[in-house]
């Protein structure tokens, strides 16, 4: 997990799962890091519909994943991967998705959970105004969009990014989550000047500023 102190939530799962609590340890996951999963996603698909279909299909995917966590990072990090693996998904499925697997049970605190916290969050999400310098993000590649939310709006660092965009299956081992973690930190800067040099023309920045 880096070497860092996990966080209270963190141990709280850690917790529950070493008991064999699954159930528990997902309901608590879900409620501590839902909001901002499903963030991510309305920023990632830029609809509604689209954001809560695929927030229910990456908690399934937590859900019935959890037995098979291998806590080789935080829950955090592998909690991003399994929902951006989710987007992904759905993005390549033109008939809009195809249930395969077993729904989260109807009723279950963890369903009731997950539709708490999608009615939360875009309560929570219609109340702020979009900004401009938002809208000129919005302009760049998905690719930078994607690596500038989960960089600058949800604090993910370098290793936790790399895991999270990591296309397999596996995690990463040390030797290419440190180049892939490299690679992501010349293509972050990369964006961000892109964005920059944006924001100069809209005159939100003056010329010596260093950050979007």
Same mark, same amino acid.
């Given at each position: 997990m880096g070497g860092s102190e996990p966080s209270e939530l963190e141990r709280? =799962?850690?917790q529950r799962f070493d008991v064999g609590d699954l159930a528990g340890a997902a309901t608590i996951a879900l409620r501590g890091y839902g909001p901002e999963l499903f963030g991510f996603l309305m920023a990632f698909h830029r609809d509604e519909t689209m954001a809560s279909e695929v927030? &229910?299909?990456? &908690?399934?995917? =937590?859900? +019935? !994943? @959890?037995?098979?966590f291998a806590w080789q990072s935080s829950f955090r990090t592998w909690a991003y /991967?399994? *929902?951006?693996?989710a987007a992904l998904v759905y993005q390549?499925? *033109?008939r809009r998705r195809v249930r395969r697997q077993p729904q989260l049970p109807q009723g279950s605190e963890l369903s009731v959970? /997950?539709?708490?916290?999608r009615s939360a969050t875009l309560e929570h999400l219609k109340t702020e105004n979009k900004t401009r310098a938002a809208a000129l993000r919005e302009t760049l590649p998905r690719e930078d969009q994607e690596l500038l939310i989960l960089r600058i709006d949800? !604090?993910?660092a370098w290793n936790e990014l790399a895991q999270v965009l990591h296309e397999g299956e596996e995690p990463l081992d040390d030797a290419s989550l440190r180049r892939e973690a490299a690679r992501l930190?010349?293509?972050f800067q990369l964006a961000k000047e892109k964005l920059l040099? @944006? /924001?100069? +023309?809209?005159?939100?920045? +003056?010329a010596r500023d260093a950050e979007p």
């Open positions: 709280e =799962i850690r927030f &229910s299909e990456a &908690s399934e995917r =937590i859900w +019935r !994943g @959890l037995p098979r /991967a399994v *929902t951006r693996r390549r499925d *033109t959970v /997950a539709a708490q916290i949800k !604090g993910l930190r010349k293509r040099e @944006l /924001a100069r +023309r809209e005159g939100l920045v +003056r």
